[in-house]
């Protein structure tokens, strides 16, 4: 059984942003419009935050990028009153999107605040609509979404293993961020193989998680800056 | 029958209202109901294009369908905790308001669930709610005890209402289409008085505990969350408390509207409210007690995410919110009921413990999204045209069901005070 979980390096990233942008066209993330994201309704399954320290020409910039953190204890998944979110047998905390009713509790429950919702129907640019990714299951207005670490990539990349009679390689699969990104910040493989690269990277000194003390035990995790060649 | 043409005579001012529609009542219904149906507009409006056409977003995820929710759910703990717990105690001066606040507590709980319909994504598919429970959820248990405090409460006021039915039933003949089916074949025979006398023990103790459950569970819909300063212990008890005190504010309110309205001066007397604002004033207490609790323990041993929500509330963004609240739920009040409980002073505390637990559940809700633990999301909320709507077409609802209610039922039970005033005069002789 695979474990799915994601090393983020902070101190490879760049602040580039092409995992947000990757991320969009691989999971047909709608686009909200300027008056929307004013209202805090735009969506981003990979979120990325900056956070500026000092004045010019003394500046300090650190980058966070965010995506579902994949916790092994979910609080979402349990307040569902119609199991539309669960946690799959790999670790992947799945929505199932006709499921869902819209009630929100699992947006309101989640302290890393990393699900969005369907306020108004998706919509798109004419001229990008033909790019649309056809692998991803189309989401209707009034329901949540989230960051699934490309569940369809995944599926993909087990069918072909299984037609070899193999397990999956490390690095054979990875998410649309990872694969986009420019300095190889993001790594992205199962956990439970203990050589695979992100099993290596979690145990690292500069290894950590997000909200570690609530108990949810993320698969995401984050190197801390300043060290290199350490894990 | 000579007995039921005697009690109509003599409760004439109860069954007069029924018979009589003048101006007063178009004017106070067609506005209301022009009301309420506007919201039906505006749901329609919001079912078409979606929810975002209220004002949340992200993280505010949930807003005034939540805080109307669990304030119209509170309102409804007076009614049937109020008159079962008075009627099992045998406290007699609760007698006059046994109805009124029965007939609050079924249409509270009409109005309260509704919101949570405005507020699914999907409302067309409530009912996958109970189709494909997930019993973990919060929202399941709550649910499930709402539906059944919902039916107790609709059995508890027509189970108490039939020998009144059987009285409509013999003084109005042309309404008999409607009170006979409803009246069960009631004559008040002793056998009869028996039965109803078992069903209504069993209903009192039933309704307690099940009223108990309901604002418990609503509570944990917000306490077994980790939003900062939700998640705590005592939300169960300060939801009830909060709960049974804008419920008994509710059936003041609404008693003294109707006291004024249908001259029930005869029934319900300055007795009858100094009373009633006794019994306020032990909630006034209970609430600031608890509320005085949590905000301690917050500011004391908080850590820093539910620190930024308390100071949010006692001096940032929500501080008008905040102190607007402490005032109308107990620095007005509480030495108005202490010191003047006459019918006026009772009628203005009863109408800022309104106002001031709907501001209560607001900036409990509110604050704690605003300020999620990490640090990075944050966002403002400013309800839309669709959730104010919402909101007072609510409360047109609400009282629209409440006047229409009086015109078809006495708002005061006519079999029960009888009962009262013969066994005081069989103590007397």
New interface residues.
């Given amino acids: 059984m695979y474990r799915w979980g994601m090393v983020i390096d902070l101190d490879r990233c760049t602040g580039c942003q092409a995992c947000v942008v990757a991320c969009r066209q691989e999971n047909n993330v709608p686009f909200a419009g300027e008056q929307e994201a004013v209202l805090g309704r735009g969506k981003f399954w990979m979120n990325f935050i900056s956070e500026v320290k000092g004045s010019y020409p003394d500046v300090k910039m650190r980058f966070f990028p965010i995506p579902c953190m994949q916790c092994d204890h979910p609080p979402c998944t349990k307040v569902c009153p119609v199991e539309a979110t669960y946690k799959n047998p790999e670790g992947i905390v799945a929505q199932v999107y006709p499921r869902c009713i819209g009630v929100r509790m699992c947006i309101s429950n989640c302290p890393y605040t990393v699900r969005y919702f369907n306020w108004h129907a998706p919509a798109w640019p004419d001229d990008y609509k033909r790019g649309r990714n056809p692998d991803v299951y189309k989401r209707r207005k009034g329901i949540t979404e989230k960051c699934n670490f490309c569940i369809q990539r995944i599926r993909t990349a087990k069918w072909k293993a299984k037609k070899e009679n193999r397990r999956i390689h490390d690095g054979e699969v990875i998410p649309a961020c990872a694969e986009t990104c420019p300095s190889g910040a993001i790594s992205f493989g199962d956990l439970n193989d203990s050589n695979s690269r992100v099993s290596r990277l979690s145990k690292s000194r500069r290894a950590f998680r997000l909200l570690e003390d609530l108990g949810t035990k993320p698969k995401v995790y984050y190197l801390k800056e300043g060290e290199w060649h350490d894990g | 029958m000579t007995d039921s043409e005697a009690i109509a005579r003599k409760y004439e001012k109860v069954i007069t209202p029924m018979t009589r529609t003048g101006w007063a009542f178009w004017a106070t219904a067609i506005p209301l109901a022009a009301i309420f149906l506007w919201s039906v507009f505006a749901f329609g409006w919001q079912y078409r ?4 056409e209220t ?8 807003a005034l369908y939540l805080v109307n929710f669990v304030f119209f759910i509170g309102i409804s703990h007076a009614g049937a905790l109020v008159s079962a717990v008075l009627r099992i105690t045998h406290a007699g001066w609760g007698t006059p308001f046994g109805r009124a606040a029965e007939a609050v507590t079924v249409f509270a709980l009409a109005a309260g669930p509704t919101n949570i319909l405005f ?4 409302s067309s ?2 009912y ?2 109970a ?4 019993f ?5 248990w709550d ?1 499930t005890c709402i539906m059944t405090y919902f039916t107790v409460s609709v059995i508890f006021l027509y189970v108490l209402m039939v020998p009144d039915i059987g009285l409509l039933r013999d003084r109005f003949p042309g309404r008999r289409w409607l009170y006979r089916p409803l009246s069960l074949g009631w004559t008040g025979t002793e056998k009869q008085l028996s039965a109803l006398g078992k069903a209504i023990g069993f209903l009192c103790i039933a309704v307690i505990p099940i009223a108990v459950s309901v604002h418990t569970v609503v509570s944990w ?1 917000f306490g ?4 900062p300063m939700w998640f705590s212990t005592i939300f169960a008890p300060y939801f009830v408390v909060g709960a049974i005190y804008s419920g008994i504010a509710a059936i003041i309110l609404v008693t003294i509207a109707l006291r004024k309205v249908y001259h029930l001066e005869d029934y319900l007397k300055p007795y009858h409210y100094n009373n009633m604002g006794l019994l306020l004033l032990v909630f006034t207490l209970l609430w600031a007690y608890f509320t005085f609790a949590e905000y301690l323990t917050v500011g004391y041993a908080g850590g820093e995410a539910e620190h930024a929500v308390l100071w949010s509330k006692l001096t940032g963004k929500y501080a008008l919110l905040f102190w607007i609240m402490v005032a109308l739920c107990f620095v007005i009040p509480f030495p108005i009921l202490v010191f003047r409980r006459t019918l006026p002073g009772l009628l203005i505390a009863s109408i800022c413990i309104i106002i001031g637990m709907w501001i209560e559940r607001y900036t409990i809700i509110i604050p704690s ?1 605003i300020e ?3 640090p ?2 944050r ?2 909320y400013m309800p839309s045209w669709v959730e104010w709507s919402m909101t007072f077409g609510l409360a047109a609802g609400f009282t629209l069901a409440f006047v229409l209610f009086s015109k078809l039922f006495p708002v005061i039970s006519i079999w029960e005070t009888e009962k009262d005033e013969k066994e005081k005069e069989s103590k007397g002789n």
Avoid: E, I, N
């Fill in positions: 294009f979606g929810l975002g004002g949340m977003g992200h993280p505010v995820s949930w507020d699914l994504g999907r598919r409530f996958w709610v189709l494909h429970a997930q973990k959820s919060p929202l399941l649910f819909v077994l969350q980790t939003q999204f999620p633990r990490l990075y999301v966002g403002d």
